[in-house]
């Protein structure tokens, strides 16, 4: 490999890669919350919400994500909203994300088991009140490792970004590649850096499953 790419072009990676983390951050916390709504769409006592929460999933998870960016890209400017790069593929990667989160954390909610709902309704608590402090924080406990690797996946799928000028990592070796004509070596450098935030996010995700395993 010519390292040389990657120190005259440092500050493009560098670059790159804070806006990686700030899509993939923000992407993380918005599609957590999104997910979490959405199944709990799916489960609710009211038909139109079950259905809105089931159409959403089976749509979204089987499409492209990168359809969904295209449309938020391009797609909208028909309608005269025009989205920069980053924000688009950010709004991509939560609507996309919060897919799989919702059927984690509904398979979880479901593993809970019924008598708690029945007791803490038959002890005064409304429906939302026992979703909120007995159901939910038993759900969100037991998904946390399957969260975890919709959490990696999604930092792996911010590359997306790079097809619509959302100026992360993919984007900036695109220029690097143009400007230099080595169309191997830019990659690899990114590939690197992309290891540097799934890794720790792996082993933090084991870590937790260990701690889960234990507490059980």
Request: aromatic content about 12%; some cysteine.
């Amino acid at each position: 490999m010519n390292f040389s790419i990657l120190t005259d072009n440092l500050d493009l990676y560098l670059l790159g890669f804070k806006y990686t983390i700030i899509a993939s951050l923000i992407a993380l916390i918005c599609s957590f919350f999104l997910g979490v709504l959405i199944s709990l769409m799916r489960i609710a006592p009211f038909k139109p919400l079950n259905w809105f929460g089931t159409i959403y999933v089976e749509f979204v998870r089987n499409i492209p994500v990168l359809i969904i960016a295209f449309i938020f890209y391009h797609g909208l400017t028909s309608i005269g909203i025009n989205l920069d790069g980053l924000t688009a593929g950010t709004i991509a990667l939560t609507i996309y994300t919060a897919a799989f989160i919702a059927e984690a954390v509904r398979a979880g909610i479901m593993s809970v088991p019924k008598g708690q709902m029945e007791a803490a309704r038959s002890s005064g608590l409304t429906y939302n009140q026992t979703m909120r402090m007995i159901i939910l924080p038993q759900a969100i406990k037991i998904v946390i490792p399957p969260l975890g690797n919709q959490f990696i996946n999604l930092v792996k799928n911010s590359s997306i970004l790079g097809i619509i000028a959302g100026l992360d990592l993919m984007y900036q070796a695109d220029i690097i590649s143009s400007r230099t004509f080595v169309t191997f070596d830019p990659y690899i450098f990114v590939a690197c850096f992309y290891l540097i935030l799934t890794i720790p996010l792996s082993l933090g995700v084991g870590y937790l499953e260990k701690r889960l395993a234990k507490s059980n």
